[in-house]
């Protein structure tokens, strides 16, 4: 039973307040709870919460013990894994098979991954001659970067937001984070285990509502939160940016993205579909790093379209209990909208309709959920609206190819840069095709292949940044040179 009253958590304690808006699941649109909006009053409480863990406990904590505190969060997250699966279920509405497989296990491991980088990082040494034909030495400390402010999207909500948190914690920051208004139970339910454990108060916070004029906005816009980071769209980014600009504070931009998979007529096959299903349709196409472009070799095309349409058209929509169910609904009424807004734009533009395009019909209460089927158009002219933007679907365009240079000019004319996959079986096109493309990750004969050391972050409108591996200090840290004259 998932909880009906979503609280903020503020210095150790649920919060309620004297707002409420509901909370939706999307596979009915049925309000299953109600979420207590934070105000500026609860904004500030938590921001100075968390100030003060970090000028107390927190801050004075030994490394060896911030870690084994990291590592208990692992446990107990994993004791009440089921708890976390049915809360992000219940707000994503996304089938349990790929939840329990990505986002509670990953959600957890975000923990371990940032104590074992903290735990082994080194630091830089340079010994100097000085003038006096003596000598100096210069190391480099790092301390946190103070009280972080994480604003979180709603596709993977409790992977996304742990990955934040994890490295912010690791590295001692302390953390005020505001969900997404779409998905703020897993955020909040790990507030219990952060008090199970024994993390001091006011070292993780929620603060629940949505951006303009509410939580989110109260937060980036407070003087006392040291460093944002952010994943979400583009636009978003963009104000946030603004926001960090007073006070010249630090941000990290994990945005959005239009990638591209390039298919070889040398790769192999199956696991080219394989992997292009997958990203194009996995999450219902909500996903950053998703292929909504796909360029195949000519010789290659039509085989590749037939045999991508079967794969959509197997996929079978069902709600998260549904152990055959493919594909789950979109995030709600309004991402529908948006998303049946292309798949209208893309016949208007000149589309040919190879599957999809429209609701599939579903039987009683979900009839009113967020539902929309997977779908796969050809023959789009490459201005069109629907290959230049975002669409956040379970949607692909598919074009054939004749020459490298010719895919490698169409992949990289968009504003976004944040993945792509290459599939070919010829090993230096792979390294000369993935070093040309202008992304921050490219997968060669794989997709959402991730190890976590790994730097993880967009190029051009994609992103700011890098997090993962010791590529998350640069941001959770700062690095401050202690020069000694001996
Ligand atoms: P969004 O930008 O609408 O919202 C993200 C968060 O920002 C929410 O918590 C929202 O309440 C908050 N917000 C909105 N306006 C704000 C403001 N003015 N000030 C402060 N906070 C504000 O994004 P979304 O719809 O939740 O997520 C989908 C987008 O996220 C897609 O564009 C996707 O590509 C992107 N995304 C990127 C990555 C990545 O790693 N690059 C990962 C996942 C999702």
């Known amino acids: 039973m998932v909880a009906k009253d979503i609280l903020n958590f503020i210095d150790g304690e649920f919060v309620a307040t004297g707002k409420w808006f ?39 904590m030994t490394l060896a013990r ?47 991954i940032f104590a074992d980088v903290v ?69 909040v339910l790990l507030g219990e285990v952060m008090n199970k454990v024994g993390i001091p108060k006011g070292v993780y916070n929620v603060v629940n509502g949505f951006g303009p004029n509410s939580a989110g906005e109260f937060l980036t816009t407070h003087p006392g939160v040291d460093a944002l980071t952010f994943t979400g769209e583009t636009r978003t ?27 070889f007529a040398d790769c192999d096959f199956d696991a080219a579909i ?7 349709f996995a999450n219902c196409g909500q996903v950053c790093l998703g292929t909504e472009r796909v360029y195949v070799e000519r010789p290659l095309f039509d085989r590749f379209v037939a045999a991508l349409k079967a794969g959509a058209e197997a996929l079978k929509p069902g709600v998260p209990d549904d152990a055959a169910a493919g594909i789950g609904p979109l995030i709600s009424k309004e991402h529908q909208s948006k998303v049946l807004s292309y798949y209208k734009l893309a016949l208007v533009e000149g ?12 039987p009683g209460e979900l009839k009113d959920g967020c539902w929309v089927q997977p779908t796969i158009w050809t023959g789009l002219p490459e201005t069109a609206r629907v290959i230049k933007e975002e669409v956040f679907g379970p949607c692909c365009h598919v074009a054939p190819f004749d020459s490298e240079d010719e895919v490698l000019a169409k992949a990289n004319d968009n504003l976004y840069g ?25 997968w060669v004969n794989s997709w959402f292949l991730r190890d976590l050391r790994t730097p993880f ?18 941001f959770y840290t700062e690095l401050k040179n202690v020069c000694i004259k001996l």
């Open 351 to 362: 589309a040919t309709l190879v599957t999809g395009g429209g609701v599939p019909d579903m």
């Open 119 to 187: 735990k082994n990082v080194p630091s830089e040494f340079f010994e100097m001659a000085t003038p006096d034909g003596r000598s100096a030495i210069n190391y480099g400390y790092r301390r946190p970067v103070g009280v972080v402010g994480v604003i979180c999207p709603w596709n993977l909500p409790l992977l996304l937001m742990t990955w934040k948190v994890g490295p912010a914690l690791a590295c001692g920051n302390t953390v005020v984070v505001k969900p997404s208004e779409e998905t703020p139970r897993t955020a």
């Open 66 to 112: 911030r870690v084994e505190l990291l590592e208990a969060l692992v446990a107990e997250i994993t004791n009440r894994f089921d708890e976390f699966l049915d809360a992000e279920c219940a707000d994503t509405g996304k089938p349990k098979s790929l939840a329990a497989h990505i986002d509670i296990p990953r959600g957890a491991a975000n923990f371990k």
């Open 457 to 474: 972050g967009g190029s051009k409108q994609s992103g700011i940044g890098r997090e993962g591996g010791v590529h998350s200090l640069e």
């Open 274 to 280: 394989e992997g292009t299903m997958r990203s194009c």
């Open 418 to 442: 944040l993945a792509t996959s290459i599939w070919t079986r010829d090993l230096s096109r792979a390294h000369r095709m993935a070093q040309k493309m202008e992304v921050g990750l490219a």
């Open 22 to 60: 509901a909370n939706r699941t999307p596979t009915t649109n049925a309000v299953i709870g109600r979420v207590a909006e934070a105000g500026k009053a609860e904004v500030d409480a938590a921001v100075r919460a968390a100030r003060a863990a970090l000028a107390g406990h927190w801050g004075a």
């Open 237 to 263: 980014g963009e104000s946030i940016m603004k926001a960090a600009a007073t006070g010249a504070r630090p941000v990290s931009l994990e945005m959005g993205g239009k990638n591209a998979a390039i298919v």
